[in-house]
């Protein structure tokens, strides 16, 4: 079965770090491309960043650019996103996506999100 | 980045009756990279149309979407219980990969 996972959320203080992670499995992980997508609470869905299946090419929204980074570990199945620099509006839960191939396609497999919350 | 305006923010019907959803883009999207999602609370989003009007898998065939460029539609044709939720489009055609407001398809 095809499965993602998330962990690492909670809560932090503005101007704090936190590093997410996404276990993957059920599927060969190098071969596809994964996404960050975020949801604050009530609110809508918001695309944060994106990896190929190599590695090779990131791209962020602008939002989160130089704050956020993004990165893939092959020998773990394990996606990670490295938030520095936290601001309260940065409160949401954090889904990690499978795209269906690469980069440009849609999310076909999603985790079932961790909460960030960002607060003094 | 383009930017998708999604209309109506809510539509109230009945079991058994016609959704039907829209999602404009701010520009043109590549190659008709439009995607929809259901999202039910609580729950993680799940792909319901790539490719503007390809099914995902196990998607039942109520579901349809159509459109190219900006005006891109999803309608269910008979709506079931399960069916109600909210759809959001998004476009994967370019960075950053935005998603619409989002519909809210409720009981009426």
């Known amino acids: 079965e095809v499965q993602l996972l998330e962990s690492g959320g909670g809560l932090v203080q503005p101007g704090g770090s936190l590093r997410l992670s996404c276990a993957a499995s059920g599927f060969t992980f190098s071969s596809y491309a994964m996404s960050w997508v975020r949801q604050p609470p009530g609110k809508g869905l918001e695309w944060v960043s994106a990896?190929?299946?190599?590695?090779?090419?990131?791209y962020y929204a602008d939002s989160v650019k130089g704050r956020f980074t993004i990165s893939r570990d092959k020998s773990k199945n394990t996606l990670y996103l490295q938030m520095n620099s936290l601001r309260a509006e940065d409160t949401a839960v954090y889904y990690c996506a499978k795209h269906r191939i690469v980069v440009g396609d849609a999310f076909d497999i999603w985790g079932q999100g961790t909460m960030v919350t960002v607060s003094s | 980045e383009i930017v998708l305006t999604q209309s109506p923010g809510t539509l109230s019907l009945s079991p058994g009756e016609r959704a039907t959803l829209s999602c404009r883009a701010s520009?043109?999207?590549?190659?008709?990279?439009l995607a929809w999602y259901q999202q039910k609370p609580g729950q993680a989003p799940r792909l319901v149309i790539y490719?503007?009007?390809s099914r995902a898998t196990g998607i039942p065939d109520r579901f349809s979407g159509s459109g190219s460029g900006t005006d891109f539609t999803l309608t269910i044709t008979r709506l079931e219980p399960e069916d109600f939720a909210v759809y959001y489009c998004q476009q994967y055609g370019s960075s950053p990969f935005t998603f619409g407001p989002g519909t809210k398809v409720d009981i009426k």
């Open positions: 990896i190929s299946g190599s590695g090779g090419s990131t």
């Open positions: 520009q043109s999207v590549r190659s008709s990279y």
């Open positions: 490719g503007a009007s």
